[in-house]
């Protein structure tokens, strides 16, 4: 089952089997969602304001974790 925590600063943050998960979109011109599992602890930071969401996004897109939804 899939609950979704929080959807704000151009993020959504779900909870999917006691796991968590960031979806965004990709930012490119033809953008698609994008998602990757993060960090109970990166689930938090991201829903503290727009820059660390940012920050969130970008800790795990420059680790290459992020796939097609």
């Not at 993020?11 to 969602?33: C, Q, V």
């Not at 727009?50 to 680790?63: C, E, G, N, R």
């Amino acid at each position: 089952m899939e609950t979704k925590i929080f959807d704000d600063y151009g993020i959504e943050i779900l909870k999917r089997s006691g796991k968590y998960f960031l979806r965004t979109d990709s930012g490119e011109m033809a953008s698609r969602p994008i998602e990757t599992e993060i960090s109970m602890e990166d689930a938090s930071l991201a829903q503290k304001g727009p820059q660390s969401a940012y920050d969130v996004i970008i800790k795990y897109d420059k680790m290459g974790s992020f796939k097609n939804v």
